[in-house]
């Protein structure tokens, strides 16, 4: 079925979502956006979704061209359109229409796009057998170049360590910084359980302050588990009891496998599985 594609001010059929060739986010990658998802007719999580959105904005100095209030009528009224009950929401905003050069105030209205259709989620069986993952080479933007808790439409850094991943047969990669501390995954963050402690980098170290990861430091906090952010190196992922990642797509997903070394005993260790399903049970309200 076509889907109907929230375009700057409301609604258009799907054959007519289109985007100048001359709009900054496709010519520079200029522009912010959010992945959100919707499970059981509700959109989750959108407040931190829009906060993070305009703190993208503000840093790169964006405008986006609705208050809060009406941007999450037009996600509601997407949602909506396209009768969906469970499924993603990608939520765009771009420097808009300007000529050849750089200069993004040149660029008059910025766009605004949601799009809200099913997702393609990793097949139950690896949330079963838990994920191989590398180290990547390519090391997270430095914070002084583009902020990593920008949510930019420039996600070359994090391409190439998806690159990386797929050369070597597993879907993702662990980013580091310019220190050697663990950043993220290039899609994901990243956490450890060792010795019975939940471990994860602070956002300063180069991840996105991720929204999965804020829901389930917490959901852990409630299950009475000591949560520590923390900067891990490569090592403390090659040596620790569990390995998993968390994201708006991925959900809580286990690693069994870094750069062949075996976590565990190779299977999604109980942590992991008891905050995948504390998380399931939080999407879809169940609790
Ligand atoms: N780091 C990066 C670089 C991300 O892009 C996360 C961490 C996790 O953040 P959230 O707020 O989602 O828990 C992200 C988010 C996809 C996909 O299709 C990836 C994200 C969001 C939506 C879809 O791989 N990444």
Redesign the pocket.
Known sequence: MALKIWMNTGLVDEAEAKVSVFDHGLLYGDGVF???RIYSSRVFELD??IK?LYESARAIRLVVPMSREELVAAVHATVQANALEDG?I?LIVTRGVGDLGLNPFECRDSGLIIIADT?QLYPEELYEKGLSVVSATTIRNHPLALS?QV?SLN?LN?ILAKIEALDNNVPEAIMYNHEGYVA??????VFTVRNGVIHTPPTEAG?????????VIRLAQEEGRTVVEKNLTRYDLHVCDELFL?????EVIGIVEIDKRVIGDGKPGPVTRLLREKFENYARGKN
């Open positions: 959010e992945g959100i931190a979704h993070r993603y990608r997702i990593p949510k996600y994090n993220e995954a290039s899609g994901d963050n991840g996105l302050e991720g929204i999965t990861r804020q829901v968390t994201g708006t797509a991925a």
